[in-house]
């Protein structure tokens, strides 16, 4: 049995690799001996017993560095090295949570903001403001889609100066002008890139250009506010700049009715980082079909501008305005200043043309306002219409003497009626009238038409005129004297026609306006703006009065000029000195006017000629002729007939 197992073990030991009766163990590349069977030198025959070695370390671990068969010693950690490793988590962990908070809590609502912005885009689709249209729907201004020509001569295949030949026939500009074809060439010489030909361009001549089909040419589409009538109503209409927002006119005043409401688009950034609507806005699709439709007529602002030019540039006049309004509610069915200017190209005029000096600047209106101050003493019954009144032609009122306009020649007239102090037009007569009044009751009067005030009207910058206080009127005696014929106190041209339209109308004091509503494609209103109803400020019987006093003026006085055979006209002349912003008048510097009112047998129009610093001529010569030409066009569009008499 014995000797059995020592064979198989032998056996066993020649495949461990075990030779020569030893048992080897390779380590650190050399061979050592480890143990040896004891009895060497038996038979082999004898049994052997096999003791593995002592104190041999277990697989893995590792020795001593002062010997391979040392003893192993054990490292134990210090305290200090515990409390360190606490401490620098406990750091660590402090560290995040300080950076959590002001990620969270501090830099939160930026962070949110900045992400926002990165990931999420809020558009306002593109709205058209509504159109503008006159009372009988004539389109004023419109937003259209227009377009840009810009042309890259590095791109051309053809010569330039083919395709500058090929260009001239077809490019045509918004004033109708269209560029030649050497204007073209040298355009396209002075850069590679980037060369402005023309700008708003129609979708017509976009198609025309599309068909050359050149290569380097660029047509880039925007929206444009487009004025059809050009300078027609621009002192009403006013213009939009660049963004679209509104600078003068009722483009200015009626931002609230021009605009359209439409919610905005949310767009958020996709995979491939391109821009996607999140969702519809409610409404976008829904666009209302409304335009602001204004009161003016547009036939009567042809008529208007072609007269006033006319005169303005017959008397070289720095500039002129007319107004037409209706008395009956204050309605203004024409204002035009001159010059003007094209809307649709205001960049390339002078900025003072942009505001409408007809409500913006003041003047003294001078004899225009004689009938006024009639009425007011007629009123206060401080005279009646058939008294009579001394007219010395000149008097002395403290230091200041007072003479009439043509005293030199005229002389004194005497006991007068007040019906001929209108129709001569007599300063002393005016003089002697309003001091029969008591001055406060006279302020009183003046406050109650609006004197010293802005005019309500729904167009933009109206200015406040100016008017002595009472005190003036009681405690200075030259105040109310000059103030009887239209000096001392200062209106606009837009004041003047308001209240000469009380004589008109019985006596109401209206509220000028260019506005009526917005109405639809159809015709019908939607939107109606709301105007103060009329104050009563004469009675209908001291309207009717000073009317027909104002008629002699027509008639035999001095605005034969506006005499129209077979109609009845009330006026009244003014030939004003023009006041001095520092002070005292301008020297031979003057202010012409005329205001009239057709028919008189049932009055309603009021128009207003204003003419500034004509060289010679008075209001009967320069500011008269004006407004019977506007009567004349009135009485075709609005078909008045002729007056009974």
């Not at 009988?136 to 330039?160: C, E, R, W």
């Not at 494609?521 to 009317?547: D, K, M």
């Amino acid at each position: 049995m014995a000797s059995s197992d020592y064979s198989s073990g032998s056996s066993r030991s020649h495949k461990s690799g075990f030779s020569s009766g030893r048992l080897s163990e390779a380590k650190g590349g050399r061979i050592k001996k480890r143990f040896s069977f004891r009895g060497a030198g038996r038979s082999p025959g004898s049994a052997s017993v096999y003791h593995p070695p002592r104190n041999k370390p277990p697989l893995g671990s590792r020795r001593s560095s002062k010997g391979e068969g040392g003893p192993i010693k054990s490292v134990k950690c210090t305290p200090f090295r515990l409390y360190l490793v606490w401490l620098i988590l406990l750091a660590g962990i402090l560290g995040l949570v300080v950076q959590l908070f002001r990620l969270q809590i501090i830099d939160g609502p930026f962070l949110k903001e900045k992400a926002e912005y990165q990931q999420q885009q809020r558009s306002l689709p593109f709205i058209p403001r509504r159109p503008i249209s006159d009372r009988n729907g004539t389109i004023l201004a419109f937003d259209q889609q227009v377009y840009t020509l810009y042309a890259h001569p590095v791109l051309f295949k053809s010569p330039p100066e083919e395709i500058a030949q090929q260009l001239a026939g077809v490019v045509v500009n918004p004033d109708l002008s269209s560029p030649t074809a050497q204007e073209l060439l040298n355009l396209f010489n002075l850069a590679q890139s980037g060369l402005k030909v023309a700008d708003s361009l129609s979708e017509q001549m976009r198609r025309r250009i599309l068909r050359l089909q050149i290569d380097g040419l660029e047509l880039i589409p925007e929206r444009r506010r487009l004025y059809p009538q050009q300078n027609l109503a621009a002192d009403i209409v006013g213009y939009v700049d660049k963004e679209g927002r509104g600078q003068a006119g009722v483009e200015y005043s009626q931002e609230n009715l021009l605009k359209r409401s439409m919610p905005s688009l949310l767009f958020q950034r996709a995979v491939n980082g391109a821009w996607v609507p999140s969702q519809l806005a409610g409404g976008f699709i829904q666009m209302d079909d409304l335009e602001l439709r204004l009161t003016i007529d547009s036939r009567m602002q042809r008529i208007v501008r072609s007269a006033l030019a006319e005169q303005v540039e017959a008397f070289k006049a720095k500039r002129g305005t007319v107004i037409v309004m209706d008395a009956e509610d204050g309605s203004i069915l024409s204002l035009v200043n001159e010059p003007s200017y094209d809307p649709n190209q205001y960049y390339n005029f002078d900025k003072e043309l942009f505001k409408n000096w007809a409500l913006t600047d003041l003047y003294e209106p001078g004899s225009t306002f004689k009938p006024i101050a009639v009425a007011l003493a007629l009123e206060a019954k401080a005279i009646a219409p058939d008294s009579y009144i001394n007219d010395e032609g000149s008097i002395q009122i403290g230091p200041w003497t007072i003479s009439n306009a043509d005293y030199s020649s005229a002389g004194a007239r005497g006991n007068v009626s007040i019906t001929d102090i209108v129709k001569y037009s007599s300063n002393i007569g005016m003089v002697r009238i309003v001091q029969r009044l008591d001055p406060k009751v006279y302020h009183q009067g003046l406050q109650r038409l609006g004197m010293g005030k802005a005019v309500n009207v729904d167009l933009p910058f109206a200015a406040t005129g100016l008017l002595k206080s009472a005190e003036d009127f009681v405690n200075v005696p030259i105040e109310i004297a000059t103030s009887s014929f239209g000096q001392g106190l200062s209106i606009t041209p837009l004041q003047l026609a308001q209240i000469n339209a009380t004589l008109a109308n019985g006596g109401k004091l209206v509220t000028p306006h260019v506005v009526q509503g917005l109405f639809n494609s159809q015709g019908q209103s939607y939107l109606q703006t709301s105007i103060p109803q009329p104050e009563q400020v004469f009675s209908s019987e001291t309207a009717q009065t000073v009317l027909e006093m104002m008629e002699t003026v027509v008639t035999d006085g001095t605005g034969k000029n506006a005499h129209i055979p077979g109609y009845r006209i009330a006026g009244k002349t003014g030939t004003a000195q023009k006041a001095s912003s520092t002070g005292g008048y301008y020297q031979g510097a003057y202010i012409t006017s005329f205001v009239g009112i057709m028919p008189v047998d049932n009055p309603r129009y009021v128009v207003v000629a204003v003419v500034d610093e004509p060289e010679g001529g008075s209001g009967g010569l320069v500011a008269a002729p004006i407004v019977r030409s506007v009567m004349e066009g009135l009485i075709k569009v609005e078909q008045i007939p002729p007056s009974k008499f």
